[in-house]
């Protein structure tokens, strides 16, 4: 039974985490570490500041360190999507499996557009304005990275939601979500990009033909397969 902890920076993010772990990667056993002063800190300063990476590795550090008898951490799973360089260099120096929040999804939509004219497109729906142009650059770096042509990535930010939410208000939350990815036009995947809007999921599904792709159920299918190719 490996141990994994799940690592976040917003309030919000651990519950759709730990529930994208016990569908989707049920035998594994999960803990939580959570700093929300880390979201509201980026928000403040508008970028990542080297007192933000040096407490990213010290969250990271501390994970991997934990250990239970006989039961170590395997992996690490952050959470939260705007915070890619300091992951990175998580990732870096550490010897277990890291994954971040939205590469796994990002891998699956780019599978799904490997063979569309053009690279594709591929919607990328947020809660989080900060968001937008890291995980777009990471999107891209992705592909560049598999030699896959880039597809056009259309992002919107569903205003409103994240606050609606952060009040207590999961409804107007994912009533914002679904009317945001309704005037998103075709595309070939749509990315839910933020844990926190995996609930909407279902009712985004009704009104979108493409598939809807949740970043907690790609990170977790992504951090199993690297945990488990080592076992």
């Known amino acids: 039974m490996p141990r994994v902890t799940l690592i976040s920076a917003l309030a919000q993010s651990p519950a759709p985490a730990e529930a994208a772990m016990r569908e989707s990667w049920p035998e594994a056993r999960f803990n ?9 800190d980026l928000a403040a300063l508008g970028r990542l500041t080297p007192a933000i990476f040096a407490r990213f590795l ?5 994970a991997a360190e934990a250990t239970d008898g006989r039961l170590r951490t395997a992996g690490l799973l952050f959470t939260c999507s705007a915070f890619g360089p300091a992951i ?17 999804a990002f891998e ?16 990328l729906l947020l809660t989080f304005e900060g968001s937008l142009a890291p995980l777009t650059a990471e999107m891209r770096a992705i592909a560049a990275a598999r030699g896959q042509q880039a597809p056009e990535i ?25 009317e945001a990815a309704k005037d998103l036009p075709g595309l070939d995947a749509l990315i839910l990009g933020q844990f926190s809007m995996m609930a909407a ?10 598939p809807v792709l949740t970043t907690p159920h790609a990170a977790v299918r992504k ?9």
């Open 32 to 40: 939580n570490l959570l700093d929300d002063s880390l979201a509201s």
């Open 58 to 62: 010290a969250l990271g550090r501390y």
């Open 88 to 104: 990175d260099q998580v990732k870096a120096e550490l010897p277990i499996p890291v994954v971040a929040p939205n590469e796994g």
């Open 108 to 123: 699956e939509a780019l599978d799904l557009c490997r063979e569309a004219p053009g690279g594709g497109r591929i919607g």
């Open 154 to 178: 259309v992002g919107r930010v569903a205003e409103g939601a994240l606050p609606a939410l952060q009040q207590g208000d999961a409804e107007r939350h994912e009533r914002l979500i679904t």
């Open 201 to 210: 999921a279902p009712a985004v599904r009704a009104v979108r033909r493409e």
């Open 223 to 231: 951090l199993r397969r690297l945990v488990e190719a080592r076992l």
